[in-house]
T-cell receptor, first 117, second 112 residues
């Protein structure tokens, strides 16, 4: 069964510094996708970044980058130049196969990031 | 703004009741997913529809059902509600079966 593990329940970072949020995954699929979502205290889920298993280059989206290490089955999120507005829960998710060729997302338990001024 | 619209934002009801949650996907998205987020279970996949047809089922209780209509909006029906059904229910949509899923703001359901 597919599984996502986020080992850091909480992380603290100073404003303007970089922070890495850890994510490891387990799957027997050859083709899969990895996602990061941000959930502020207001509750909405915001898509941040995506990495496909066959993508050779690490994904980047503005201040977000995904450190994809396939052999280690890790997909860490790096946030550069942290801002106060980055304080939120961050979820790592994996696209997992379901019946009929369809796919769902399997989520980790999340990491609560707090950015200090 | 993800483009996915969920109504209502908040719902308060009593045990034994039935509620309907509504989701309008992003324009052009054919696939709709429903997820439940609770403190003890985290984010759990419930069910997926693609272009009107059910494609995948996750941890969805028999008391729950869903459908996707010809205009692609979807409804999640929860019946015989129990205290443990209190949660944040998300709808997400994607263009196809494999693309990134974009989430609505969720419906917060409270059972008293």
């Amino acid at each position: 069964a597919q599984k996502i593990t986020q080992t850091q329940p909480g992380m603290f970072v100073q404003e303007k510094e970089a922070v890495t949020l850890d994510c490891t995954y387990d799957t027997s699929d050859q083709s899969y996708g990895l996602f990061w979502y941000k959930q502020p205290s207001s509750g909405e889920m915001i898509f941040l970044i995506y990495q496909g298993s066959y993508d050779e280059q690490n994904a980047t989206e503005g201040r977000y980058s995904l450190n994809f290490q396939k052999a280690r089955k890790s997909a860490n999120l790096v946030i550069s130049a942290s801002q106060l507005g980055d304080s939120a829960m961050y979820f790592c998710a994996m696209r997992a196969s379901s019946q009929g060729g369809s796919e769902k997302l399997v989520f980790g338990k999340g990491t609560k990031l707090t950015v200090n001024p | 703004d993800s483009g996915v619209t969920q109504t209502p934002k908040h719902l308060i009801t009593a045990t034994g009741q039935r509620v309907t949650l509504r989701c309008s996907p992003r324009s052009g998205d054919l696939s709709v997913y429903w997820y439940q987020q609770s403190l003890d279970q985290g984010l759990q996949f419930l069910i997926q529809y693609y272009n009107g047809e059910e494609r995948a089922k996750g941890n969805i209780l028999e008391r729950f059902s869903a459908q996707q209509f010809p205009d692609l909006h979807s409804e999640l029906n929860l019946s015989s509600l129990e205290l443990g059904d209190s949660a944040l229910y998300f709808c997400a949509s994607s263009v196809d079966l494999k693309g990134p899923q974009h989430f609505g703001d969720g419906t917060r359901l409270s059972i008293l």
